[in-house]
């Protein structure tokens, strides 16, 4: 038996002092594989790769307005015996400005965008269409909204919206045809008005340790609050920073 283990992560790390501009982000590559030979208490062949990165920038001079960003990928595989599955397929944009209109509240506008790379397959190492779950843009998820900003720390903050627009995207027609994602059946394009939550929360436990969670349910029109994405992550990695203050 064979078991091998790998992770590989970009750091680096720049200050100036000339701007209230803050930039950096990080990029990890995991990866692992086991292999079995005369193994009597069994077990399958297999390898798994995956990678990340996220990138942010912001301005925020200490003044009345800040503009926050930022942009998430990840991609991940595993290969067991001969069938290929994917472990993770994520892109994630997104963009808030805000007006402070006191120390911890902030009138903001957000736009949050949201697709994958790649199919997803109902099953494990069958590609064929008619097993076709999701593609690039099927789905692909807009929202756009205006509202408040509560963010009593630096490791919480909450986006309140009272008007909020989500656009859903099915741009494969065959997901499509079958009215995936809500949309109707034959129609690529689905627009839903109406409130909106986004919660964030991070803490660092240890060095180069920290938990991020994040929730953002939404109340279209007069319906009951659907829950859109909840996630709960422990990170364990090496951060790069360029931070610019004045």
């Given amino acids: 038996m064979v078991l091998l283990f790998g992770q590989l992560m970009a750091q680096d790390a720049v200050t100036a002092k000339d701007t209230a501009w803050k930039k950096g982000g990080s990029a990890e590559l995991l990866f692992n594989q086991a292999a079995y030979s005369d193994w009597q208490a069994g077990g399958a062949n297999s390898f798994a790769a995956n990678g990340a990165i996220f990138l942010f920038a912001k301005y925020d001079d200490g003044g009345d307005w800040a503009w926050t960003n930022a942009l998430n990928l990840a991609y991940g595989v595993n290969l067991q015996d001969g069938l290929y599955n994917k472990t993770d397929d994520r892109i994630e944009f997104e963009s808030r400005a805000d007006r402070h209109i006191s120390e911890h509240w902030s009138i903001s506008g957000l736009l949050n965008f949201r697709s994958q790379f790649t199919n997803g397959y ?5 590609t064929e ?12 998820y807009v929202i756009v909204g205006l509202g408040f ?20 995207y099915v741009l494969d027609q065959m997901l499509a045809d079958n ?19 986004n919660l964030k929360y991070y803490q660092g436990i240890v060095e180069n340790v920290e938990l991020k969670a994040s929730l953002d349910p939404m109340k279209n029109g007069l319906q009951n609050w659907i829950m859109k994405k909840s996630k709960n992550y422990l990170h364990i990695e090496k951060n790069w920073l360029f931070q610019q203050n004045n």
């Avoid at 109902?122 to 069958?126: A, E, H, L, Q, V």
């Avoid at 009215?179 to 008005?193: H, K, L, P, T």
């Fill in 129 to 140: 269409d008619s097993l076709k779950l999701s593609s690039f843009m099927a789905p692909g």
């Fill in 179 to 197: 009215g995936a994602f809500g949309v109707d059946i034959g129609s690529q394009f689905r627009q839903e008005i109406g409130a909106y939550v």
């Fill in 149 to 168: 900003t509560y963010q009593p720390n630096k490791r919480f903050s909450a986006f309140l919206s009272p008007l909020t627009s989500k656009q859903t």
């Fill in 122 to 126: 109902s099953t494990p190492g069958i």
